[in-house]
């Protein structure tokens, strides 16, 4: 089982980026989740699914601005983000959480997400002023 990111790149403050997170060998319902972290700050849960796309989370510091959603047929969760900061600037990771937990919220998102879950390697995202 593997979880991939795509999508990163260099961008000017204002501009967006989408990221994708493809999932593949998860053969259970799974929650699925956007995380960052920036260098000398910790993990911050940025966004959240649920298994089947009704309820989604997002950080005060993304909200309005960042849109999560998925396509189980594709296996695929993407993470639209838009007038982007240069505080956005981070490696963003996705990661998959097994469960059919229906409502996404802080303490369900938080970046203590377990190591045991199903983790991607990251995809950096910059933001210039």
């Known amino acids: 089982a593997q979880v991939v990111e795509s999508g990163g790149g260099l961008v000017q403050a204002g501009g967006s980026l989408r990221l994708s997170c493809t999932a593949s060998?998860?053969?259970?319902?799974?929650?699925m989740g956007w995380f960052r972290q920036a260098p000398g700050k910790e993990r911050e849960g940025v966004s959240c699914?649920?298994?089947?796309?009704?309820?989604?989370y997002y950080a005060d510091s993304v909200k309005g601005r960042f849109t999560i959603s998925r396509d189980n047929a594709k296996n695929t969760v993407y993470l639209q983000m838009n007038s982007l900061k240069p505080e956005d600037t981070a490696m963003y990771y996705c990661a998959a959480r097994p469960g059919r937990v229906g409502a996404m919220n802080h303490d369900y998102c938080s970046g203590s997400w377990s190591s045991a879950y199903y983790w991607g390697q990251g995809t950096q995202v910059t933001v210039s002023s």
């Open positions: 060998g998860l053969n259970f319902d799974y929650a």
């Open positions: 699914i649920s298994w089947n796309g009704g309820s989604a």
